[in-house]
Nanobody, 117 residues
Framework: QVQLVESGGGLVQPGGSLRLSCATS????????MSWYRQAPGKGRELVGS???????HYADSVKGRFTISRDNAKNTVYLQMNSLKPEDTAVYYC???????????WGQGTQVTVSS
């Protein structure tokens, strides 16, 4: 079955950087576009960005120019490089399919990112 394991979160000061990883298994990774989502306290889950099989990327306006999504098909892993972090980036970050989890029917535990001085 599908497994998504996010890691790399933590506490960082404003302006800092983090790199998140999402290790996947249970499906043919190369066949799927992947997305990162986040959920801030008291808010709904929102799309951060996506990467297709041919490495095309799309980002939410709120993170464009600061975040970069990449993937390593040999490792079945997708990454989220986050630079110039802001307090409003504080959230639990998840990876999933590009349809908000409706393809995989599974959500991992996510990884907490806290941006605070």
């Amino acid at each position: 079955q599908v497994q998504l394991v996010e890691s790399g979160g933590g506490l960082v000061q404003p302006g800092g950087s983090l790199r998140l990883s999402c290790a996947t298994s249970g499906f043919t990774f190369n066949d799927y576009a992947m997305s990162w989502y986040r959920q801030a306290p008291g808010k709904g889950r929102e799309l951060v960005g996506s990467i297709t099989n041919d490495l095309s990327t799309h980002y939410a306006d709120s993170v464009k120019g600061r975040f970069t999504i990449s993937r390593d098909n040999a490792k079945n892993t997708v990454y989220l490089q986050m630079n110039s972090l802001k307090p409003e980036d504080t959230a639990v970050y998840y990876c999933n399919d590009i349809r908000g989890g409706t393809l995989f029917l599974y959500w991992g535990q996510g990884t907490q990112v806290t941006v605070s001085s």
